[in-house]
């Protein structure tokens, strides 16, 4: 059974920096491409960016918003996706999920872990 | 913003057929495939429908999905309880320099 399960959300002040991690089981990682999304509150779904896998060259792409600001990184030997949030602003809050993409079927996002909250404020 | 319209509201009562529509454009929907997200209140979003009109496994098949040319479209038919939701479509769209983006999402209430 496909698990995703992300940690590392809370409360950061703007400006600020977090790292969010998603640990996977049931399925073989290093082969994954994963993305993050994420969902402000009461908003709608939103991309936050992509990693490959290694072995299709591990690149990473980011949507506008966070490009520059977000890294999206991957340690296989521990089946875990990171996301590291710098400069963070309060249009960043939101529930960020770990997505896998094309593990099962061939489909973006086919599946989900619960999500992990993050409040910029001061 | 979201290049895919969705409306915000759609309803029925048990066992009716919704229709939920996703607007876009020739490098959206026009050339590529749609997919469709259910949210259950204070869930995680699930997979729903891939490739257009296909369900993954465990997906009843009272959810079906289609597409013509810039719109598709995902129809709850026997409508029950359990269905009210937040929905949402996806597509790659060509002229973004990210994958998919998200529809605005449909709130579907079951009366």
């Known amino acids: 059974e496909v698990q995703l399960v992300e940690s590392g959300g809370g409360l950061v002040k703007p400006g600020g920096s977090l790292r969010l991690s998603c640990a996977a089981s049931g399925f073989t990682f290093s082969n994954a491409w994963m993305s993050w999304v994420r969902q402000a509150p009461g908003k709608g779904l939103e991309w936050v960016g992509r990693?490959?896998?290694?072995?299709?060259?591990?690149?990473?792409d980011y949507a506008a918003p966070v490009k520059g600001r977000f890294t999206i990184s991957r340690d296989d030997s521990k089946n875990t996706l990171y996301l590291q949030m710098n400069s963070l602003k309060t249009e960043d809050t939101a529930v960020y999920y770990c997505?896998?993409?094309?593990?099962?079927?061939?489909?973006?996002?086919?599946?989900w872990g619960q999500g992990t909250l993050v409040t910029v404020s001061s | 913003q979201s290049v895919l319209t969705q409306p915000p509201s759609a309803s029925g009562t048990p066992g009716q057929r919704v229709t939920i529509s996703c607007s876009g454009s020739s490098s959206n929907i026009g050339s590529n495939y749609v997919y469709w997200y259910q949210q259950l209140p204070g869930t995680a979003p699930k997979l729903l429908i891939y490739r257009n009109n296909q369900r993954p496994s465990g997906v009843p098949d009272r959810f079906s999905g289609s597409k013509s040319g810039t719109s598709a479209s995902l129809a709850i038919s026997g409508l029950r309880s359990e269905d009210e939701a937040d929905y949402y479509c996806?597509?790659?769209?060509?002229?973004?320099?990210?994958?998919?983006?998200f529809g605005t999402g449909t709130k579907v209430t079951v009366l």
């Open positions: 997505t896998t993409e094309g593990v099962v079927v061939t489909a973006p996002y086919d599946y």
């Open positions: 996806a597509a790659w769209d060509d002229s973004l320099s990210g994958p998919n983006v």
């Open positions: 990693i490959k896998s290694k072995t299709d060259g591990g690149t990473t």
